[in-house]
């Protein structure tokens, strides 16, 4: 039987909660479709910086790079947040974790659930049948150039960088997405005024020929993050950059009407990370209120990478099953008494 | 008579149109309250580079810098957004001109219109009565630190740089709002990653002591993105820094249904300028579609700025008459036959 080594970095907050219930699931499919995981677990985050005194230590990386797959939790603790002269934060931990790594792609599809279809603060109209997916560049721009502080305290910049060979890995993984899709790819940017975003655009432009059947559009920043709300079906694969992708993209979790509904995958050249789109949500922390479904999702799209694709769609078979017979976390129904164990559950047992 | 000095700069595509509407409004107004408003033209944008090859003739600044208060149309035309090697662009002109009046705050205030409430994309439960206003930072950040781009094309860079005096400019004048409105300050930054955002986030927090009775709330800017849409009415006074508050602002629009209903006001060491939000709308250029209320809106603030707040006001109320009435342009009222023409008569003749 095949074996498949998988790092398990539960991270802070409600992250261990939410992959407890992800490797629940993913030990059921494995028995159905005969295939083994080995878990690794590791450090990151706040739990990093008590336990080993910096959110992301060695061995946590030396763990990743040598298993097949990262799981990941969440990152983030309050404590850090408004702590504006912390020496060390547990983001630190995730953003050197994704240099560390190569993770240059993260992936983020959103989908509206006709059952969860209510849920959203936007019309039915507006949303039903949106299938959209979001590449983030996830290991450059502003997140990752150089930062300073003046002496004084009084002054401070971040300067966002790009190279044409960083552009061009991204996009022609999001222009080959657009090819299996519905064939369009809108690229988001600010090319009216950044000087990275013309770099983005020329390469996008240039790379636009490779691929024919796909139809190329360009949308300012500002726009798009009104176009989002106004008519999201009007997106089939979205490329943007580190930051726009981040925002963008937790806008873009309103459609589905949870943040707890969103996985994601993040591609590198080391590995690849899986990791729901919400944060550590610590004012949720062991209540067993989180929403596991977008981890569990992470966990489905992780199959999909190793190559075991029955597995995953049986995940999603079962988390749409789950959805549809309303077990779902407070998030989703008000007054839910289902908690993130009970969610978990009945996605296990369906698969 | 008290008398002002007027600039002019109606700019490109639907610019001219709505500032035509807005200057009869506010004729009509001036007669009404007694005073006198004296329009001085001058070039800017996309037709300002046809006809005196740069987007930002001295000119116009002269004459800004002159007059008591700048009404401004729009700018930008897309001949220019796909060139991504264009030596000038109509853009500049609009940031060369807030650079040079000093145009540090941007105020956007969102407000969702009873009568309009079904052209929301979102909720009725969710938008009714939010009351919001928006402070962007105009005059610094990524949209004016430096710009480079390599040698051979291949790398770009934009620096994004702030220091505290800029900061404190505009954190005052969103925490005096604050203290007038609902007395809740909301700052949005990414101080979680970026270095500009803890100094944001330390000088709002040094300030916030001088104003006891002002709750202060720090959000990242992912998660503003969505709560904006979850739950705007937890919002009173936004403040932010450049790029993000271009992004949450024109997000902000789908509140009120239609971007052309949003007004903006843009205070300045030298003067102030009233923009409606919305851009140059190309493709409804000459077509009498376009929607005037938000260059009117702009208006009525320019009559706040001059001190003239029993104008304003009679503005303001002429707009609500007009949208109860139903005379609207088709971004709000579907297959309308209502033209602009239409909208800036009806406002003008009821003030
Ligand atoms: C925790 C934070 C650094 C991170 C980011 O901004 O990338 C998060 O918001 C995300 O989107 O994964
Ligand atoms: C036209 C453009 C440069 C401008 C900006 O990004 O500031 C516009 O989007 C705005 O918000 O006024």
Redesign the interface.
């Known amino acids: 039987t095949k074996s498949y080594q998988i790092a398990v970095l539960s991270g802070d907050g409600i992250g261990p909660e939410v992959v407890k219930e992800t490797i629940k699931v993913l030990d059921a499919v494995s028995q159905t479709y005969v295939f083994e995981l080995h878990y690794h677990n590791a450090l990151i985050g706040a739990v990093a910086i008590d336990q080993a005194n910096e959110p992301l230590p060695e061995h946590t990386i030396a763990v990743c790079k040598r298993t097949d797959a990262v799981l990941f939790g969440a990152i ?1 603790d309050p404590k ?3 702590d ?2 912390a020496a060390v ?1 547990p ?1 630190q931990g995730l ?1 050197a974790l994704r240099k560390e790594l190569g993770l240059f792609a993260n992936i983020r599809p959103v989908k509206a659930y006709n059952k969860l279809i209510n849920q959203s ?3 039915e109209n ?1 949303i039903q049948n949106t299938d959209l997916v979001i590449f983030r560049e996830l290991i450059s721009g ?2 990752f ?1 150089q ?3 003046s002496a004084d ?13 960083e552009i061009e890995n991204i996009a022609h993984l999001a222009f080959q997405a657009a090819d299996k899709r519905n064939k369009k790819l809108t690229l988001i940017d ?7 975003s ?2 983005w ?2 390469v996008v ?1 240039s790379l636009a020929a490779q691929y024919p059947t796909v139809e190329v559009e ?1 949308m300012f ?3 798009a ?2 176009q989002l ?3 999201p079906k009007q997106f089939d694969v979205i490329l943007t950059e580190n ?2 992708g ?6 873009a ?2 459609i589905g009407g949870s ?1 707890g509904l969103l996985p994601s995958a993040s591609i590198g050249t080391h590995t690849a990370l899986f990791e729901p789109i919400h ?1 550590s949500y610590p004012q949720a922390k062991g209540k067993g209120i989180a929403n596991p479904i977008a981890s569990i999702l992470s966990g489905a799209m992780m199959l999909d990478h190793l190559g075991e694709h029955d597995a995953a769609e049986a995940i999603r078979d079962a988390v749409l099953h789950t959805i549809n017979e309303g077990v779902l976390t407070p998030d989703l129904v008000k007054e839910s008494t289902y908690s993130t164990t009970d969610v978990g559950n009945k996605i296990a047992n369906h698969v």
């Open positions: 983030g850090y947040d408004n504006t002269n934060r983001e953003l603060p936007l019309k507006i502003i997140y150039g930062k300073s502080i305290g009084r002054a401070a910049s971040d300067l966002c960088s790009y190279s044409q060979d600010k090319a009216n005024v950044l000087e990275t013309r770099l655009r020329r432009q360009y920043v500002d726009n993050a009104m709300i106004l008519n930051m726009f981040d925002i963008i993209s937790d806008e979790s309103v943040i944060g």
